[in-house]
């Protein structure tokens, strides 16, 4: 069975303990897989009774789509990407602000490091905010057991988890006043956007 279900735990890390973070994350045997740096413009609606999540995003260069299916702040949503070319990126900005959702342009700074048994761990950072995501990819069979080892992780590794969604939205709020901000499709944000592109692609 296709593993598709982005099991996904998160908790906020205050900017001071991110070196002793990582420190814990190499006394584990984390092993440091990537460093990238993300431009995401993010789309936001309700679809029925699900949420969806898409976002068109150039990271280190290589550009793509991601749809994201389920709440916002669920620990199981699908997730399907496609690649795309870098000069397709701002025809699918254009497409996808063609519908009725809430738009917010995000930059995000990573280190990724991989845990025994297939698991990512993300230090995000976010302007002043930063959080870290355990990650593992699953099955709808497997949900139970890796959700357990998940916080066996956060709990070996020191972290304090959002416990709710509630709380997930409480970061997200704070992210969209200090560091991202909102898209109408103005001709001023598409000028913006563009350098801000171009800047991400040569990164």
Not at 51 to 68: A, Y
Not at 71 to 85: L, M, T, Y
Not at 178 to 194: A, H, M, Q, S
Request: proline fraction near 2%.
């Amino acid at each position: 069975m296709d593993k598709k279900i982005e099991l996904e735990l998160r908790a906020e890390i205050s900017t001071q303990n991110k070196e002793s973070f990582q420190n814990r994350l190499i006394d584990v045997g984390g092993i440091l897989h990537s460093h990238t740096k993300r431009l995401s413009v993010m789309y936001f609606s309700n679809t029925g009774t699900k949420k969806l999540d898409i976002r068109v995003r150039v990271t280190n260069g290589e550009c793509e789509v991601v749809v994201k299916s389920g709440s916002f702040g669920a620990h199981d949503r699908i997730e399907i990407a496609q690649k795309i070319n870098p000069e397709e990126f701002l025809g699918m900005v254009k497409v996808f602000a063609q519908f009725d959702f809430t738009i917010e342009v995000g930059e995000r700074e990573t280190f990724n490091y991989v845990l025994p048994g297939d698991i990512i761990v993300s230090l995000v950072s976010a302007g002043p905010i930063s959080y870290v995501e355990l990650e593992k990819m699953s099955s709808e069979s497997d949900i139970e057991k890796n959700n357990k080892l998940l916080k066996q992780w956060a709990e070996r590794l020191k972290l304090q988890l959002l416990k709710s969604e509630e709380e997930f939205d409480i970061l997200c709020k704070r992210l969209a006043e200090k560091v991202d901000w909102p898209f109408r499709g103005t001709n001023e944000e598409y000028i913006k956007l563009n350098k801000l592109f171009n800047c991400y692609l040569n990164k």
